[in-house]
Antibody, heavy 117, light 109 residues
Framework: LQLQESGPGLVKPSETLSLTCIVS??????????WAWIRQSPGKGLEWIGS???????FYNPSLQRRVVMSIDTSKGQFSLRVTSVTAADTAVYFC??????????WGQGARVAVSS | ENVLTQSPGTLSLSPGERATLSCRAS???????LAWYQQKPGQAPRLLIS???TRAVGVSDRFSGSGSGTDFTLTISRLEPEDFAVYYC??????????FGQGTKLEIK
């Protein structure tokens, strides 16, 4: 199973961060998996952002829930993340990952996103 | 939130030595839903252990996990040069569903 993040590396403050994760062919419809976004910053370490199931059901970190939306497109084999009203605190490396429930078994290589004007 | 505290922050050892890394949770972790990851510079974390003690596919048997409740340990029996990295624990359960420890850096002495 392979995952690959894509999206802009620079976002202006107060704007929306958008990232997409492409999953290797056929895997995204696997009903055993949840699909997750995790970010890593020097200040906060590793932080789970949210997870989405193939049906579209989502689970978000309460600390980010007001600003986060995840979606999935099984026909394209991808899922996406949107974070609204970004600030410098959202500067991080964003990883997409697969989860069988209690842990993350496969990760993308990471997408570095900076929030700056 | 279930806060995970890893110790030590940095561990300095030589190849061939045994490494013992600790992860302590602020609340009991149900069903031993505790995982360990290894991260090298510029790379994503790599799953080593899930369910507190089950090695992931392809992980050397030099890595072992143990513990239950709130106290967990990752042991690396004989350090190889490629083992020097940062190690994170992660728990599942509660709100938020997943939290990570702050990491232990294993460096060459």
């Amino acid at each position: 199973l392979q995952l690959q993040e894509s999206g802009p590396g620079l976002v202006k403050p107060s704007e929306t961060l958008s990232l997409t994760c492409i999953v290797s062919v056929g895997s995204i419809s696997n009903t055993d998996y949840y699909w997750a976004w995790i970010r890593q910053s020097p200040g906060k370490g590793l932080e789970w952002i949210g997870s989405i199931y193939h049906s579209g059901k989502t689970f978000y970190n309460p600390s980010l829930q007001r600003r986060v939306v995840m979606s999935i497109d099984t026909s394209k084999g991808q899922f996406s993340l949107r974070v609204t009203s970004v600030t410098a605190a959202d500067t991080a490396v964003y990883f997409c990952a697969s989860s069988l429930g209690d842990h993350f078994d496969y990760w993308g290589q990471g997408a570095r996103v900076a929030v700056s004007s | 939130e279930n806060v995970l505290t890893q110790s030590p922050g940095t561990l300095s050892l030589s190849p061939g030595e045994r490494a013992t890394l600790s992860c302590r949770a602020s609340q009991r972790i149900a069903s031993n839903f505790l995982a360990w990851y290894q991260q090298k510079p510029g790379q994503a974390p790599r799953l080593l252990i899930s369910g507190a003690s089950t090695r992931a596919v392809g992980v050397s048997d030099r890595f072992s996990g143990s513990g239950s409740g709130t106290d967990f340990t990752l042991t690396i029996s004989r350090l190889e040069p490629e083992d020097f990295a940062v190690y994170y624990c992660q728990q599942y359960g509660g709100s938020p569903f997943y939290t990570f420890g702050q990491g232990t850096k294993l460096e060459i002495k």
